[in-house]
């Protein structure tokens, strides 16, 4: 797209698309390290995860403030409002993916006194597909890649499959052993959380699909 | 909705240039209609000649129809005085007559002789006062020069002017661009209150102003008609990238 004639105006969307990246990567950061620290049983890492959310919310309101001025300050219209309004929603999403990692890093400190589970290590093939999801949503808006976005969205489906799998496994265990329960619910709560970084990737992939399209989108009708 | 003015394939000269393109739109009755786009792209030429104000320029010339309730204005048996008197124009800069308020909005009902008696003028008058939102500013110097007004409260007594003689379509180019924000917003409220009675075309360089004050927008660029459309959708969801250029801010 050719430039705005008033340059300063480029560089707040500019900036609006950097402050956005720079969140999403940091997130996925936490979220590899909080997966990290419950394998482990790392609580420093753990420790580390909870402390750094305070910085991405930190990113969260900058992103809500420049999103506010530019609407005060440029009236945008169209794509460029489009854009704005996108920038918003996705920050919302990509704080609550980060809230979801520090979660996760509760978890571990939770599983501290508990024994051991096997189960653990199912985690990350667990986390594969929804961040993978995050990480193409974010590209996607990045890029105003309708086709990426529209495959997050179809991505989904697995993820509920693999977690209503990893689900059985826990109550497997659990029935199996009622000394399993209490390392058991944490687990299963970090893959709650997990599954839920997919649905607000899915998320993430609708606003992109109004930004490039100016069309709301209906779960009815993904092409 | 109705249709109030139907143009079919418009084509304007200024001599040997070309000013528009085949240019077909139909204006809804009671709807404000906003014509938007960079300077000389034949916005204020297309407005001229709704009312054949361009009649008026020697080297002017208008191929195609220009259809008011299913009459062709261009039409040779039509007489283009009251062709003006039912397509009203105000204009950028306030123009009042250098006579009293009163008179200036008289002057449409005596030379059409619109009224009966003495009462029924003062009756015209105020009226159209009112319905330009000024008559209780000016109620008690209604005698006084109208040249003595602000400029917001000629605009709007330019208005009355216009209305005075009953009209059915009021165009208005730039009709706030030398108006504050405060008598902008005045006058924004005005068309907004005049669309019920009447039909309203309006010239802006001032997008957030087509955007709130209209509900269709047209968008001209290089003397053709790019695009038309349902207000809310063309400056969320313009179709043409020219359209999205120019709104946006990044058109050059």
Known sequence: MTDHIVKAYDDELNTLHELIHHMGEMTVQQIDKAIQSIIKGDEKLAHKVIETDDEINLLEVKIDELAVRIIALRQPVAFDLRTVVAALKISNQVERIADYATNIARRTLMLHDMPHLPLVEGLPALLKIPKRMFERALVAFATHDLNLALHVWHMDREVDELFNEYLTELFNAMIADPKNVGPCTQLLFAAKNIERIGDQSTNIAEAVYTLVTGKQFKESDPQ | ?252
Do not use: W
């Open chain 2, 1 to 252: 909705m109705d249709i109030k003015i139907d143009v079919k394939h418009l084509n304007l000269f200024y001599a040997e240039k070309q000013a528009l393109h085949d240019v077909s739109i139909s204006l809804q009755s009671h709807q404000t209609t906003a014509l938007i786009g960079p300077s000389g792209c034949g916005k204020s030429s297309f407005l001229r000649c709704l009312n054949r104000m361009n009649d008026i320029i020697p080297s002017a010339r208008c191929e195609g129809q220009v259809i008011l309730d299913g009459e062709d204005i261009y039409a040779r048996s039509v007489d283009v005085v009251e062709v003006r008197t039912r397509v009203g124009m105000v204009f950028q800069k306030p123009n009042p007559f250098p006579r009293s308020i009163f008179e200036n909005v008289a002057y449409g009902p005596r030379i059409h002789g619109l009224f009966k008696s003495k009462a029924d003028l003062n009756d015209i008058v105020e009226g159209s006062l009112t319905r330009a939102a000024l008559f209780n500013e000016v109620k008690d110097r209604l005698h006084q020069p109208a040249t003595r007004l602000s400029g917001g409260q000629q605009q709007r007594l330019c208005i009355a002017r216009a209305i005075a003689v009953n009209p059915e379509v009021i165009l208005m180019d730039e009709p706030c661009s030398a108006l504050d924000p405060i008598a902008t917003a005045k006058v924004e409220e005005l068309i907004d209150d005049l669309r019920e009675k009447f039909t309203i075309v309006i010239v802006t360089h001032n997008l957030q102003q087509a955007a709130r004050v209209s509900q269709k927008t047209a968008f001209f660029h290089s003397g053709y008609l790019v695009e038309e459309g349902e207000t809310g959708a063309l400056f969320t969801t313009p179709q043409d990238e020219r359209t999205q250029g120019y709104i946006t801010g990044r058109y050059g």
